[in-house]
């Protein structure tokens, strides 16, 4: 029977009780011993239970009850010492030469773990040795492995994040926002609680609890993960059993759901019954889009359990917004076994499941696992290796959006930065290296909400000023991410549909910086009426993009006339095509006078003014979406700086309708239509 289970790392609260007066008897030891425990005070226990039995040796039940505490706060080597002296004892402590061998192998002795779990299995005689038979041989077989795995050339570095993220209690379930963002658990201060850090070049900062993030009156925050547009957090809420307090590790945990705008938080909603079922636990969710639905798999221990904890899933139609999900279906035993799996994490583009196991052949306690498919239909879960793995616990594992690395959990001893296996730390990793990363959030300026659907440029820029396009991607969650190179010049253009498009520029340099790039503040494309004083010309900024809309109002309106027709055999006016020119509006009231290159007919026709810019930019991906309905032309308002920019030419209203729909669907909702008459402008038609 595996003896671990993953309740263990639902909810990881500790308290710690006063320092023990050294000057006690054995009596006193054992009895403060006894209520520490009961409490869940562990670590405290089980120095007092070491203490009473170093005064009463003959007393094995202290050292063994000193081991049990040992174990449960994860210490293995304190363990170890302590089963020990009782190792052979199998017949007064149940099983205790397999708990002294998984110690070692915990520790990471794994050829003295190989030797005490071959002695154990020769020796034991008691009940259910067929099984355990099988136990022991996963068991050897994980320390073989640990023993066979490189421990060098990996392309993988592991990063300890360090003190504003990890403290000496326990931090877990991380789940990155953006590369620079991450949302964690943190149980300092005694209760389990949500943190965000960001990271500003190199260093995390300071964590911090989210801005109005719901306050949890009865309970412990426990897991939580995004949907992929960053609308929906759904998130856990655990709770001790009946009788039970919090630091005795045996906690219940249902699934919640709050949605997020901004910095806004909506009330947290409990999925149905059916899913946070009564004295079941429910944890560990991570949601994934495909195929039009929303799918979020977990651990439950519910019934249809093979082990412990199994990995289960639900769905439900992203066309509606609701908590209206399937019944939990098990992902069956090729992932599930007889022992422990947690904190699922899926991978969509490689149709991927991360998960972690105490089942499956572990160098380790929990190892880190991964095993490809969706839903029921899985290929035989592989070990993830050495450096994600470890002879201690690890868990938790989830990738950042560039997919160059990721976070997970451990418990083992990291270098001088983390000493003790008692408590659990967030570990960050990279993937060949540190790679150099621009990267950034996009907000609307007005409300400061994020912009789910943006497209992102990113152009090197040469020593004379040229510049090169080296990719361009859609986003859909509010950030962007692109890996670059050291020693170059870049920009970045963001643009998104209704908005105008922004850019930036910096450089990569030789400083240690990893990270690079800013928030954008994109403003709302509107159209709107200037004032007296010309409007566009004060507010020059990089996009070049500020729109207005002049003199709409009082200019001539025309209801439907006959079209002129354009004669075949010579269809320009007074001018050869591409020659520039002066006209001046025939309207009283649209008087400016314009200056422009574009063809000139004969008759009557039409353009659609879509804006009027300050600085016009053919290849702004603001007007991308409109090329393919017309010929896109410009004209220069000569005594106001402003540049109409227009779709061309359209010789029927019925034509030009057509365009002025595509138009207004492709991010120019206030744009319409205008008559010129032999080559000049009249006027807007209705």
């Given at each position: 029977m595996i003896l671990k289970k993953a309740m263990l790392f639902l909810v990881l609260i500790g308290i710690v009780a006063p320092s023990i007066a050294q000057k006690m008897s054995w009596r006193k030891h054992r009895k403060l011993a006894n209520e520490l425990f009961e409490k869940g005070n562990y670590a405290e226990a089980a120095e007092n239970y070491e203490a009473a039995w170093k005064k009463k040796k003959r007393k094995e039940e202290l050292i063994f009850k000193a081991a049990e505490s040992y174990y449960l706060i994860k210490d293995y080597r304190k363990a170890a010492d302590a089963y020990l002296e009782v190792k052979d004892e199998n017949d007064e402590f149940p099983l205790v030469g397999l708990k002294y061998a998984r110690c070692l192998k915990q520790d990471g002795q794994y050829e003295k773990a190989i030797k005490e779990f071959r002695s154990f299995s020769d020796t034991y005689t008691g009940d259910g040795k067929a099984i355990l038979e099988d136990i022991i041989t996963n068991e050897i077989k994980g320390c073989e492995l640990g023993l066979a795995l490189p421990s060098t050339g990996s392309d993988v570095e592991m990063i300890y994040p360090g003190a504003n993220i990890n403290t000496e209690e326990d931090e877990f379930a991380p789940f990155p926002e953006s590369n620079n963002l991450v949302y964690f658990t943190s149980s300092k201060g005694g209760k389990a609680r949500l943190y965000v850090s960001q990271k500003i070049g190199n260093t995390w900062a300071r964590a911090e609890i989210p801005q109005n993030f719901p306050v949890i009156q009865n309970g412990h925050y426990g897991n939580g993960s995004f949907s992929p547009d960053g609308s929906r957090l759904y998130f856990t809420i655990c709770s001790a059993e009946e009788g039970k307090n919090y630091g005795d590790l045996t906690s219940r945990c249902e699934i919640f759901m709050t949605k997020k705008s901004g910095n806004t938080w909506s009330r947290p909603e409990r999925l149905p019954p059916y899913i946070n079922l009564d004295k079941v636990t429910s944890t560990h969710p991570t949601v994934v889009h495909k195929n039009g639905l929303e799918t979020i798999y977990f651990a439950s221990n519910r019934e249809g359990t093979r082990g412990g904890m199994d990995i289960w899933f639900i769905n439900r139609d992203l066309a509606k917004d609701d908590l209206d999900f399937t019944f939990p279906m098990n992902l069956g035993p090729t992932v599930n076994t007889l022992g422990d799996e947690i904190t699922p994490y899926y991978n969509r583009s490689e149709s991927m499941l991360y998960f972690a196991s105490n089942g499956h052949i572990s160098v380790g306690g929990f190892d880190i696992f991964k095993a490809k498919g969706e839903d029921v239909n899985w290929t035989a879960p592989e070990n993830a290796g050495l450096p994600y793995n470890s002879p201690a616990d690890d868990f938790g594992y989830i990738e950042n959006d560039s997919q160059t690395g990721g976070f997970l959990v451990s418990n083992r001893v990291f270098g001088g930065e983390k000493t003790s296996t008692r408590h659990v730390d967030i570990l960050q990793f990279t993937i060949e290296g540190?790679?150099?990363?621009?990267?950034?959030?996009?907000?609307?300026?007005?409300?400061?909400?994020?912009?789910?659907?943006?497209?992102?440029?990113?152009?090197?820029?040469?020593?004379?000023?040229?510049?090169s396009e080296v990719t361009r991607r859609l986003f859909d969650n509010g950030n962007y991410i692109f890996e670059i190179e050291g020693d170059n010049r870049y920009e970045v253009e963001v643009s998104s549909p209704g908005y105008l498009t922004d850019v930036y520029q910096f450089s990569t340099d030789n400083s240690g910086t990893l990270t690079y790039g800013q928030p954008i503040f994109l403003a709302e494309l509107e159209i709107e009426e200037p004032d007296d004083t010309p409007s566009g010309n004060d507010n020059d900024?990089?996009?070049?993009?500020?729109?207005?809309?002049?003199?709409?109002?009082?200019?001539?309106?025309?209801?439907?006339?006959?079209?002129?027709?354009?004669?075949?055999?010579?269809?320009?006016?007074?001018?050869?095509?591409?020659?520039?020119?002066?006209?001046?509006?025939?309207?009283?009231?649209?008087?400016?006078?314009?200056?422009?290159?574009?063809?000139?007919?004969?008759?009557?026709?039409?353009?659609?003014?879509?804006?009027?810019?300050?600085?016009?930019?053919?290849?702004?991906s603001v007007f991308k979406k409109v090329k393919n309905a017309g010929r896109l032309d410009t004209e220069l308002i000569v005594d106001r700086g402003l540049t109409r920019v227009l779709l061309a030419d359209f010789f029927s209203k019925n034509e030009a309708s057509s365009a002025l729909q595509t138009a207004r669907s492709s991010g120019f909702p206030k744009a319409y239509i205008v008559r010129y008459e032999d080559g000049v402008r009249f006027g807007k038609v209705r």
């Open positions: 540190r790679s150099l990363t621009v990267q950034g959030n996009v907000y609307d300026r007005q409300s400061g909400e994020p912009i789910t659907s943006i497209e992102v440029v990113l152009y090197e820029l040469a020593s004379n000023g040229q510049k900024n990089d996009s070049g993009t500020e729109i207005v809309l002049e003199d709409v109002p009082n200019t001539p309106v025309f209801d439907e006339e006959p079209d002129t027709p354009v004669a075949d055999d010579d269809p320009f006016v007074n001018v050869k095509p591409g020659e520039e020119y002066e006209a001046t509006p025939k309207s009283s009231t649209d008087n400016y006078v314009y200056r422009s290159s574009a063809p000139r007919h004969k008759g009557i026709y039409y353009k659609i003014q879509l804006a009027a810019v300050s600085t016009f930019k053919p290849n702004s």
